[in-house]
């Protein structure tokens, strides 16, 4: 059987690499001249790469057209303290004989014996490379021998080094090192893939270097040029990262073509934050909303997600799906996607339910929104501390931390305003640059929540020296969401970490637009301020009235304290006087007891 990319190859081509399962190769020698010169010749004629595995005692045991990844072998845990048993010869008909990145990621992921690459050239064997693993700080790593001559690679005593290699392995505890370390690459501002960063410090996943390119044009099949992609290439083998990360969105024939020149898993900022919110979403909803989000931008890109997946078994030596699995995964996200959509509709209705009680009741609702990691989590806390309504007492808080979308679950708690009346805060995903249509989308009937407030407080990270651009890009998500019309407060945060010069500046700036307050959440400066600000801010809806209340009819007592908002109470020869605010509705109830 010939795996690997066999279409439109010809009947006679299959038939004469077929006969190359019937050779035997010496054990002590890594192949024999006429298997190389076979393989050399169809490969320069289909223009394609051939690939063979061939085990310890000499036998062919695979037969691919493709790269090294495409021949059959199974993954050998490094535990076993042994490789594979199975050495894989092929050609480079680019006429390159180093080994590819994807040549060394299969020689370490198979624990392969060796790997041997042959360059040809105007249909000429040019060289040869061979790759072996080694173990260098107890890690197992790639070692190449390389443009050497044909003679040379054929009289290389291999059973000898592949000996003394598992007799490292054996004698030193070795690991296998599978962590994620990432090279981040962008071409659009520095501060932008500064950010990158974060958001792979976010996702848990260590940066080792950054990789900026000036371009005026993106390259549609590479992104940033098929020069800058080799260059990455070396650098990423040099560091033995084994993610990159791009800083913008990729297509995904662009993901393909650089997965199969950097040998790694190879992915955009989208992908990044869709795996950050997967991680972080803990209730039902949120896990919802990611997964629709993660299943609408995977769907369209399928057909070009190589090392990501199109690797059914997982392991880099797996063959991928061909179009009938293609096919069946579409169908799969089309009816996921059909399935939670209906969950969100279920989810929504209850929220608006809950809306329309909260409308009811004429309790305002303030909305906290800004850039992620602006300090909302932290401002929803403390304030829920100082101002905590008596039935939100002890409620569990929001979790807060110093990194990137650390909140992705809104919740709504009531709080209590000086004046003594009753307000729901909520607390909201934080937004980015390049925030993901898919996620705005998904997290719609969230954000919801933003529509229908009557007050938003716009918290800002006054301390970041990206205030401006953070500010921009919040402003671009409340515009998608038609809420920037919605009466407002600048909020800026932080100010414990900054010095009074730029603070009045940053004020300055933004006055014309925005009324201004300065506070820090986590020092607790100025709370009091923004809870008479927000007050203030809040349309004003209530009736002042006085009511004295017979003895008799005390569960009207109860009545108001529950539903209004008690300024003053008596207790009188006649009956219970009380005086609140209330509305319409409250108003025509107790009309009978109104002084």
């Known amino acids: 059987m010939i795996y690997g990319k066999i279409e439109g190859i010809r009947n006679s081509v299959l038939n004469e690499l077929e006969e190359l399962y019937g050779y035997t190769i010496p054990k002590y020698s890594i192949c024999t001249e006429e298997i190389i010169n076979t393989i050399c010749r169809i490969s320069n004629d289909i223009e394609k790469e051939i690939s063979v595995g061939i085990t310890r005692k000499g036998k062919v045991i695979s037969v691919a057209i493709g790269d090294s990844t495409s021949v059959e072998i199974p993954v050998i845990d490094i535990h076993e303290k042994k490789l594979s048993g199975v050495r894989i010869i ?8 180093r080994l590819s990145a994807l040549d060394v990621s299969a020689l370490l ?61 054996k004698a030193n505890n070795v690991e296998e090192d599978d962590s994620e ?4 690459v962008g071409c659009d501002s520095e501060d932008s893939l500064r950010e990158l960063g974060e958001l792979a410090e976010a996702c848990e996943i260590p940066v080792l270097e950054s990789v900026f390119q000036n371009r005026n044009k993106i390259d549609s099949a590479f992104y940033i040029g098929s020069g800058k992609v080799l260059e990455i290439a070396e650098l990423r083998q040099k560091l033995r990262a084994n993610v990159i990360i791009f800083d913008d969105e990729l297509s995904g024939s662009q993901v393909r073509n650089l997965e199969s020149v950097l040998g790694v898993k190879v992915i955009d900022r989208t992908t990044l934050i869709l795996e950050i919110f997967s991680r972080r979403a803990k209730t039902k909803e949120a896990r919802i909303q990611v997964e629709l989000a993660q299943l609408k931008y995977r769907s369209t890109r399928l ?9 059914t078994g997982g392991g880099i030596g797996t063959r991928g799906p061909g179009e009938k699995k293609l096919e069946t995964d579409r169908r799969h996200i089309r009816e996921r996607i059909y399935d939670l959509q209906k969950e969100l509709k279920k989810i929504k209705k209850n929220r608006e339910i809950q809306r329309e009680r909260r409308a009811k009741q004429n309790i305002p609702q303030v909305s906290l929104v800004g850039y992620t990691n602006a300090g909302k989590s932290t401002l929803r806390n403390t304030l829920c501390d100082v101002a905590a309504s008596k039935d939100n007492q002890g409620k569990e808080k929001v979790f807060e931390a110093n990194m990137l979308f650390a909140t992705l679950d809104t919740t709504t708690r009531a709080i209590t305003l000086p004046s003594n009346r009753a307000i729901t805060l909520t607390d909201t995903v934080g937004f980015v640059q390049k925030l993901p249509h898919e996620l705005v989308e998904a997290f719609k009937s969230t954000l919801e929540e933003v529509i229908y407030s009557d007050l938003l407080c716009h918290v800002v990270d006054a301390s970041s020296p990206k205030y401006a651009e953070q500010i921009e890009a919040v402003e671009g998500v409340l515009g998608e969401l038609n809420a920037l019309e919605k009466p407002m407060l600048l909020v800026l945060n932080k100010i414990d970490l900054i010095t009074a010069e730029e603070l009045e500046e940053i004020k300055e700036r933004y006055s014309k637009n925005y009324e201004i307050i300065a506070i820090s959440a986590y020092e607790k ?7 008479n600000e927000i007050e203030e801010k809040l349309p004003f809806t209530l009736e002042e009235k006085e009511y004295l209340i017979p003895y008799s009819d005390q569960k009207m007592v109860a009545y108001l304290h529950r539903v209004a908002n008690v300024l003053e109470e008596d207790y009188r020869d006649n009956g219970t006087y009380i005086k609140a605010q209330v509305d319409e509705e409250i108003k025509n109830k107790c009309s009978e007891f109104e002084i």
């Open 109 to 169: 992921k198979l624990k392969l014996d060796a790997i041997m690459a042959v360059a040809i050239e105007d249909g000429e064997i040019k060289d040869t490379s061979i790759g072996f693993c080694k173990v260098e700080n107890n890690l197992l790593v790639a070692e190449e021998y390389a443009h050497g001559s044909i003679e040379q690679a054929l009289n290389f005593k291999i059973l000898d080094k592949i000996s003394y290699i598992e007799d490292m392995i």
């Open 181 to 184: 370390k990432a090279i981040i």
């Open 525 to 531: 400066i100025n709370l009091d301020e923004l809870l």
């Open 303 to 311: 057909m070009g997600l190589g090392t990501v997946l199109s690797r």
């Open 90 to 97: 092929h050609t480079h008909p680019n006429g390159i004989c």
